[in-house]
Every structure is written in C-alpha cells, then in structure tokens.
C-alpha cells in the first residue's frame, strides 16, 4: 500500500504536532474492504490537508510494497518548491491492524513509533482512495494517474464531502502530468 508520504509521516507526527484544525469531527469507519495486492504500487498525491511535514511539497508519491516480514513497504517521495524541485524521500513501514476489512493499518517513519493509516473510501478498480485517521486532522486524495481529469476531480472532492470532511482545508498537490521520475 502505497501509504503516502503525507498519510503516513502525517499519522507518525499526529501526536508531535502543534494543533491543527479538525477538518472532520465524526471521521467515519472504513466500510470497503482493502485488497493489499490491488492497493499496492504507486500512487499520486491529488490533495491533502496541509501539514507541516508536507509543507511546500509537491509532485508527492507513495510506494507500497509488500515485505518478507509480512509488513507493507512504504517509500513516500516530495519534490520541494514544485513539482521538478529537488527530491526527498521519506522510508517507512506499515502493518495491518486487524480491523474487520483490512483498512486500517499502523504506519511507522520512526522506530517503534507508530500512527493511524484509514483507507476511508476507494474505487471499486483502486484508481482512486481517500485516506484519513480518527482524529479528522489529516487527510490524503490518492489517484494512480498524476493528473485526473477535471471529472474525476469533481467526483473526489464530491467524496470528500460525502465523508464528512471541510474541503476549505484541502490543498491541491501540483503534479507533473507526465508522473514522478523514479
């Protein structure tokens, strides 16, 4: 599972970080089941509510991967100030939580230190996912092409808002249309 760079450093730095507003008072349960081996592989950043660890950041992915030790790989890449900015990368691992659809996970940046991964929605063929954690503070928009089309974008942030989320906070991630270099 691709777990992002933004979800997965956001929900290790939940507890570290100053106060952000709660874009979600009542952040649902996931209700989808997640099938690891279609969620794995790259995704794209299409929005985030902003945080200091994503803060100037752009042409954001994450790379999921299943690992020997039954754990998920997580790669998430940032290219600061744009999109051909210079790259940095952030290594993490994630294990599933047990949760009766397999859509939480427990996502580690650093050592034993881990936080909340949701997949909160999804699309049926895995295009597209929503990402969040209980405290409604964080939140992702995954796609697995760089730029959706305007429709799709609709359809998302329509999501978005069926799930319960301020769409004021989120911060569109400025990708290149050709996709993240490696």
């Known amino acids: 599972m691709r777990l992002i760079l933004v979800p997965a450093l956001a929900a290790l730095s939940l507890s570290a ?14 209700a989808k ?10 995704w794209y950043e299409f929005a985030r509510y902003e945080h ?8 954001v992915t994450a790379d999921y991967a299943k690992r020997r030790d039954g754990q998920i790989s997580v790669v ?10 210079p790259i940095q990368v952030a290594r993490g691992r994630a294990k599933a939580v047990g949760d009766p659809v397999g859509a939480k996970l427990k ?8 936080g909340d991964y949701w997949v909160l929605d999804r699309a049926e063929d895995y295009s597209w996912a929503i990402v969040g954690e209980g405290s409604g503070r964080y939140l992702w928009v995954l796609t697995r092409e760089p730029v959706p089309t305007p429709e799709q974008r ?10 319960g ?3 004021k906070l989120l911060h569109f991630t400025h990708q290149s249309p050709k996709g993240a270099p490696g």
């Open 17 to 30: 970080c100053t106060p952000m507003p709660v874009g979600n008072p009542a952040v649902p349960e996931p």
């Open 33 to 42: 089941p997640v099938d690891f081996a279609r969620y794995q592989g790259r």
């Open 52 to 59: 200091r660890f994503e803060r100037d950041c752009a042409g």
């Open 76 to 85: 998430n890449t940032c290219r600061k100030g744009g999109p051909d900015g």
């Open 107 to 114: 996502v580690s940046f650093f050592g034993p230190f881990f």
């Open 154 to 163: 609709a359809a998302l942030v329509a999501r978005v808002v069926g799930l």
């Open 165 to 167: 989320y301020d769409t």
